[in-house]
């Protein structure tokens, strides 16, 4: 079983920067092709991929609106992963919801879900 939290998110202006901190526990937090990343939902939208890390090989991905401005990061003897957001923007606002796979990449599937940090980025 895997348990995710979440910390960080609040408030932030248009153009400021925030930072998510995801710490993973359990047996399958160390496992081969496990992945991390992090997925947000605004109201009245679908849940939109944000970003991703492959535990294993540390390979990173990130969605298209994010690209550029969002910062995916490991911290491996801590069993934690960080998003940093930079040039955040009011659409930036949203649900942040760390995400765990037992696949190579959380896009694929995602096993465990965090209970979700709210973010919001006033104009």
């Known amino acids: 079983q895997v348990h995710l939290v979440e910390s960080g998110g609040g408030v932030a202006q248009a153009g400021g920067s925030l930072r998510l901190s995801c710490a993973c526990s359990g047996s399958e937090c160390t496992a081969d092709d496990y992945a991390m990343g992090w997925y947000r939902q605004a109201p009245g939208k679908e849940r939109e991929f944000v970003a991703g890390?492959?535990?294993?090989?540390?390979?990173?991905h990130y969605g298209s609106s994010v690209q550029d401005r969002f910062t995916i990061a490991r911290d491996t003897a801590k069993n934690t992963v960080a998003l940093q957001m930079n040039m955040l923007k009011p659409e930036d606002t949203a649900v942040y919801y760390c995400?765990?796979?037992?696949?190579?990449?959380?896009?694929?599937?995602?096993?465990?879900w965090g209970q979700g940090t709210q973010v919001t980025v006033s104009s």
């Open positions: 995400a765990a796979s037992l696949r190579p990449t959380i896009t694929v599937q995602v096993d465990y």
């Open positions: 890390l492959s535990w294993s090989g540390g390979s990173t």
